[in-house]
Nanobody, 124 residues
Framework: QVQLVESGGGLVQAGGSLRLSCAAS????????MGWFRQAPGKEREFVAAISWSGGVTAYADSVKGRFAISRDNAKNTVYLQMDSLKPEDTAVYYC?????????????????WGQGTQVTVSS
C-alpha cells in the first residue's frame, strides 16, 4: 500500500511559478514510476508528466513541455513538479500518481495509487 500526499498548490499570477510536492509512504517508493495528472473544472483528468523509478526517464504532455519539470528524490520518498511560466489554462486540481510500470503511468486506468489532489489557480 502506498499513500500519496500532495502539497504546494496555491494562487499565482500568470507567468509565475509553483513547485508541487508529493510525499509517499511505504518502503517501495523507489520501485514505482511516478506521475502528475490534472483536472480542470468541467474537464476530464489529463496526464501532465511522468518519471521513471530511477528518475532517468521523463515524459510530458505537449501542453506543458518546456514549462514544467518533474523530478524525484528517492531518499525522501518525494516527487516534485516545478511549474514555470504558468498560464490561466493551467488552473486545475493536480494529482500525484504511482504505477509500477513507467510505460503505462500516463494512462489513468493503469494508475495504482492516487493522491488527494492540490488546487493550482493561475490568475490572468
Amino acid at each position: 500500500q502506498v499513500q500519496l500526499v500532495e502539497s504546494g498548490g496555491g494562487l499565482v499570477q500568470a507567468g509565475g511559478s509553483l513547485r508541487l510536492s508529493c510525499a509517499a509512504s511505504g518502503r517501495t517508493f523507489s520501485a514505482y514510476a511516478m506521475g502528475w495528472f490534472r483536472q480542470a473544472p468541467g474537464k476530464e483528468r489529463e496526464f501532465v508528466a511522468a518519471i521513471s523509478w530511477s528518475g532517468g526517464v521523463t515524459a510530458y504532455a505537449d501542453s506543458v513541455k518546456g514549462r514544467f519539470a518533474i523530478s524525484r528524490d528517492n531518499a525522501k520518498n518525494t516527487v516534485y513538479l516545478q511549474m514555470d511560466s504558468l498560464k490561466p489554462e493551467d488552473t486545475a486540481v493536480y494529482y500525484c500518481a504511482s504505477d509500477k510500470n513507467y510505460r503505462s503511468i500516463r494512462f489513468e486506468a493503469y494508475v495504482d495509487y492516487w493522491g488527494q489532489g492540490t488546487q493550482v489557480t493561475v490568475s490572468s
